[in-house]
């Protein structure tokens, strides 16, 4: 058995209900051509929010807040070790599905905001943070610019911490470029890559 197969611990517990209405099990099967979806995590804890569970928490809510973003579904949240391997911190990772009719750069110039609202600092790459809103996924979409957005994420389908928890909201997800499902793309990870979901609280 791979060794990022991850551990069986209790599955994270729904956010506040005022903010996502988490649907059931079967809603995960509809299909995801449309989906859009984020990957969030962080792993530093934050002054105000506490450990980076909590501060995730805030920020989802955060993206909620104004309306025009809605957050149909979220995963389970998942502890990972950092990729490429080193002494930080292990992460908390998920990934949101939401729904919006704000375009990609849009959506993405408010995930950025959202950052730095909750004190994300942009240094060097790979470096430990207190949080991460990543745009993975935009529907079918193909958005790609020199130097600026890119989408699908370029990196997605190499990443256990983005691919485990985005099939928990979307289980017949298909990559739009390389056309694998989310179970082909999860059988190619690397076997070195550290995740395990989190233990409720």
Not at 44 to 50: A, D, R, S
Not at 58 to 83: C, N
Not at 128 to 149: F, K, P, S, T, W
Request: glycine share 4%; charged share 25%; aromatic share 6%.
């Amino acid at each position: 058995m791979r060794s990022f197969v991850i551990q069986d611990r209790p599955y994270f517990t729904e956010l506040k209900a005022c903010l996502v209405s988490m649907l059931t099990s079967s809603d995960t099967n509809a299909s995801s051509d449309d989906a859009i979806m984020i990957a969030f995590g962080a792993n530093l804890p934050t002054e105000e929010y506490g450990a980076p569970a909590q501060t995730l928490k805030a920020a989802l809510q955060r993206l909620a807040k104004d309306g025009d973003i809605s957050i149909d579904l979220v995963s389970s949240f998942y502890e990972t070790a950092p990729v490429p391997i080193s002494d930080q911190p292990w992460y908390v990772n998920g990934v949101a599905r939401l729904s919006t009719d704000m375009s990609a750069h849009d959506l993405l110039a408010r995930l950025h905001e959202v950052e730095a609202e909750f004190g994300r600092v942009r240094r060097e790459r790979n470096a430990a943070r207190v949080i991460d809103l990543d745009l993975i996924a935009y529907g079918r979409d193909l958005v790609q610019e020199e130097g600026g957005i890119c989408v699908p994420h370029p990196r997605m389908a190499e990443r256990a911490f983005v691919l485990l928890p985005l099939r928990d909201v979307a289980s017949d997800w298909v990559h739009p470029v390389s056309g694998q499902s989310i179970n082909e793309l999860i059988s190619k990870l690397p076997a070195d890559q550290q995740i395990r979901k989190q233990a409720e609280s």
